[in-house]
């Protein structure tokens, strides 16, 4: 069995369906829904990275200091203004097949790697030291969530001793 298949079944949460008001005269409706509302996205996430991690179904590799990252290219869109805009721009530009490599420069491959697996995960373990690598691949990815987190982690770590190791 896949791990993409193997994530789906060990992880499938508990479906319910229930009525849905109605107004008068109108045929009574059901809803098949999710019992908890969060584990629609939790599974659909844990899916993707699976899928990912197996190079399946994966539309963009990401080029960064010789290394090659695999994903999909709707759900970096979801969380980077700067992926949104190269792939939207890629669309309107080419009239045969996407580009499917792209050379992204000025990050560390370390630190575009966490910030992949957070998009896939929704976190994932630095150091102290990463944080200001982080943010500086946070901060041109224009993912604003992760450079605000570093932003503030940055300032209530900063005292006398320490400011100017921090320039």
């Given at each position: 069995?896949?791990?993409t ?38 599974q659909?996430?844990k899916?993707?990275?699976a899928m990912r991690?197996e190079?399946q ?5 990401l ?8 994903a ?26 996407k580009q499917?490599y ?14 992949i697996q957070?998009?896939y995960?929704?976190?994932?373990l ?16 224009r993912?604003?969530?992760i ?7 940055l ?5 006398e001793?320490?400011c100017?190791?921090?320039l």
């Amino acid at each position: 069995m896949s791990e993409t298949v193997a994530a789906m079944s060990e992880t499938t949460p508990l479906l319910v369906i229930e009525g849905v008001e109605h107004v008068e005269n109108e045929i009574p409706a059901l809803r098949l829904k999710y019992k908890n509302s969060n584990a629609h996205g939790i599974q659909t996430l844990k899916c993707l990275d699976a899928m990912r991690k197996e190079r399946q179904l994966c539309d963009v590799i990401l080029m960064v200091e010789g290394h090659e990252l695999f994903a999909h290219r709707a759900l970096l869109s979801c969380h980077s203004n700067y992926f949104l805009e190269l792939f939207l721009h890629d669309e309107n530009e080419t009239v045969t097949k996407k580009q499917m490599y792209y050379q992204i420069d000025g990050l560390q491959y370390f630190a575009l790697k966490l910030i992949i697996q957070f998009i896939y995960r929704g976190s994932f373990l630095l150091t102290l030291e990463m944080v200001p690598k982080i943010y500086l691949a946070a901060f041109q990815l224009r993912i604003e969530t992760i450079f605000k987190a570093c932003s503030n982690y940055l300032c209530e770590q900063l005292t006398e001793h320490n400011c100017l190791s921090m320039l």
